[in-house]
């Protein structure tokens, strides 16, 4: 993961002790309830008493104590490369379109996992660039879009997508706890609130790269999470 930018205020830079061994950077570090003033890193699905996000991996001893820099802004917003599976940089499923629509994308590769409130966005044909908000999903079957494209999902039409939106909750990490995993069903993963998705331009409709960028809630700064 990666600092985006902040909501309000600056990033707030800050060396911290860690009580734990960060095994890489870009990942969320917590408050360490069993060293306090201390930090460790996050679960892949857990995130309570979060700190920020750590900018150098730290190598926990008794012998010599460790840092790292983190960002501590609780409106800060972490950016994720989005992963197809739990190791980091697997490539995102891409799904062919099978049946003529505007408001269903037909496809037997679409998981089994439950992604509605996702998106989908289109890699090719008429509707290339656009997205949409999923409003259900049928494994091995089809997604369903909330609103209709402008044109018809022609058979061949290629789409990818992810289990977030603007606006849902929980981003699960994958193994490394750098990026996050696509292939997993919605609302599920660390407490955070999505502000965006977003596919790199140029689109490729043969490895597409799609980011989410988040907040993380249950914040040790947040006066109002205890």
Known sequence: MKFSYCL????LLKTVKVGVTVANAGVVVLKDTNKYGHVKPCTATASAD??????????????????????????AVLRAKCSGAAAEDTALTILEN????????????????????????????ANAGLTRVVTSTVGSTSVTVNCAFPNSIAVGDKAVWVPFSCGSH??????????????????????????????????????????VDFVLHDHVLDPQVD
């Open 98 to 125: 099978t049946g003529a629509s505007t408001t269903v994308f037909s496809d037997t590769d679409v998981g089994a996992a439950d992604m509605t409130g996702g998106t989908l966005f289109m890699l090719s044909g």
């Open 50 to 75: 979060s700190m920020g996000l750590a900018l150098q991996a730290a190598t926990y001893a008794t012998s010599l104590e460790a840092t790292t820099q983190i960002i501590m802004n609780p409106f």
């Open 8 to 11: 309000g205020g600056d990033p």
């Open 170 to 211: 929980k981003v699960q990490t994958t193994t490394y706890l750098t990026q996050a995993r696509a292939d997993i069903a919605s609302g599920t993963g660390i407490d955070c609130g999505v502000v965006d998705t977003e596919i790199e331009l140029p689109i490729s409709s043969t490895a597409p790269v799609v980011w």
